[in-house]
Each structure stands twice: as C-alpha cells, then as structure tokens.
C-alpha cells in the first residue's frame, strides 16, 4: 500500500516557475514507477511525465518535454515535478501517480496509487 501526497501547486504568472513534490509512504517506495499526470476542467485526466524506479530513464508529454523536468529522491520517498516557462494552458490539478507493475505509463489505467491533487493556475 502506497499513500501519496502532493504540495507545490498554487498561482504564477506566465513564464514563471513552480515546483510541485510528492511525498510517498511505504516501503517500498523506490520499487515503483512514479508519474505525474494533470486534468483541466472537462477535460481527461493527461500524462505530464514518469521516472522509473532507478531514475535512468524518464519520458514527458509533447506539450512539457524542454520546460518541466521530473526527478526524484528515494531516500526521501519523494518525487518532483520542476515546471518552468509555465503557459496558461499548464492550468489544472496535478496528480502524482505510482505504478507498481509495468504497463503502460501515459495512461491512467496503468498506475495503481493516486494523490489527492495539487491545483496549478498559471495567469496570462
């Protein structure tokens, strides 16, 4: 059983930055897949980005890769999400995501713990 939490989000203007974490109970933490994903208002849940249990490898959605980065600190069972050069269309709630087992990462089916969400509102 894996319990997430976001923090990080809240208001920036255009072109600014946030960092957003995500804070992970259990033990077995760095055994997971971790991602991140956003939903806008009326709109589907979006894959933003993932990091696999060592870090090595990561993937971004086309809309993110060059300005958002994702790492993470297993020692510290927490995962980030640096977003810089943010647009008004970054707009929505963030969740962070663990998988356990591989599957698919940009879809929400394929991770099997979820945050509460972490609200982002990027101003023009």
């Known amino acids: 059983q894996v319990q997430l939490v976001e923090s990080g989000g809240g208001l920036v203007q255009a072109g600014g930055s946030l960092r957003l974490s995500c804070a992970a109970s259990g033990r077995t933490f760095s055994q997971y897949a971790m991602g991140w994903f956003r939903q806008a208002p009326g709109k589907e849940r979006d894959f933003v980005a993932v990091?696999?249990?060592?870090?090595?490898?990561?993937d971004y959605a086309a809309s993110v890769k060059g300005r958002f980065t994702i790492s993470r600190d297993n020692a510290k069972n927490t995962v980030y999400l640096q977003m810089d050069s943010l647009k008004p269309d970054d707009t929505a709630v963030y969740y962070c995501?663990?998988?356990?087992?591989?599957?698919?990462?940009?879809?929400?089916?394929?991770?099997?713990?979820w945050g509460q969400g972490t609200q982002v509102t990027v101003s023009s």
């Open positions: 995501a663990a998988q356990q087992y591989s599957g698919s990462y940009t879809s929400p089916g394929g991770y099997d713990y």
């Open positions: 990091i696999r249990w060592s870090g090595a490898f990561t």
